[in-house]
């Protein structure tokens, strides 16, 4: 089992839908990363969050360190919107991340 | 300015064949990194780097050498190229905790 999970897996929203996507994971970390892809394949690094919530403009990351859960919100989606977000995690003294297996999001316009 | 350059940014060879791949950073940065982007988009660790130091090696066969000359460059040589060595490669640099990544380089090995 992936230390990291991630769902959906592939979303795919109309523009101006609210979009979800989650991360759960089983192991302590130091803090968990929201990173998205864009189909040109560079990475981004969205969120770096220890505790709480974060918001970017339309972006909105939380964290449930207790319950080992993160969910990342995009509000007013836009086909602009469409990548791959990945969940990730670094531990302890190591900066290394552990990743999950993504989520492919799709706006339609 | 780019943060985190990588060179080449398409590498096509044939098995058996050595090939370096070279990063480098203009952050200030003292970790870097190398991931492994499988055809099934799953990235994972490779290699870290702290000031030219080797920290982590996440069980990557020994023909793969990463040299890090000074602490803004972090380099990837590969020997004998094997086709599963066909994936794309990212190298990352961070500073306490966020992490930006390079554009990538796609090696195809035939």
């Known amino acids: 089992k992936n230390e990291v999970e991630q769902s959906p897996q592939n979303l795919t929203a109309q523009e101006g839908e609210f979009i979800t996507i989650n991360c759960s994971y089983s192991?302590?970390?130091?803090?968990l990363h929201w990173l998205q892809q864009h189909p040109g394949g560079g990475i981004v690094s969205l969120f770096m969050l220890s505790s709480g919530k974060k918001k970017h403009g339309r972006l909105i990351a939380t964290i449930n360190i207790q319950e080992k859960h993160s969910s990342l919100h995009i509000t007013a989606s836009h086909p602009r919107d469409s990548a791959v977000y990945i969940c990730a995690l670094s531990q302890g003294g190591s900066e290394k991340l552990v990743f999950g297996k993504g989520t492919k999001l799709t706006v339609n316009p | 300015d780019t943060a985190v350059s990588q060179t080449p940014k398409y590498l096509v060879t044939q098995m058996g064949n050595d090939k370096s791949i070279k990063c480098e950073q203009n952050l200030g940065h003292d970790t870097m990194y190398w991931y492994k982007q499988d055809s099934k988009k799953f990235l994972k660790i490779m290699f870290s780097?702290?000031?030219?130091?080797?920290?982590i090696n996440e069980t990557v066969p020994n023909r793969f050498s990463p040299k890090s000359p000074d602490k803004a460059h972090l380099n990837l040589h590969i020997n004998s190229l094997e086709l599963g060595d066909s994936a794309v490669y990212f190298c990352a640099s961070s500073s306490g905790g966020e992490q930006y990544f390079g554009p990538g380089t796609r090696l195809t090995v035939t």
């Open positions: 780097y702290n000031n030219k130091e080797l920290i």
């Open positions: 192991v302590g970390i130091s803090a």
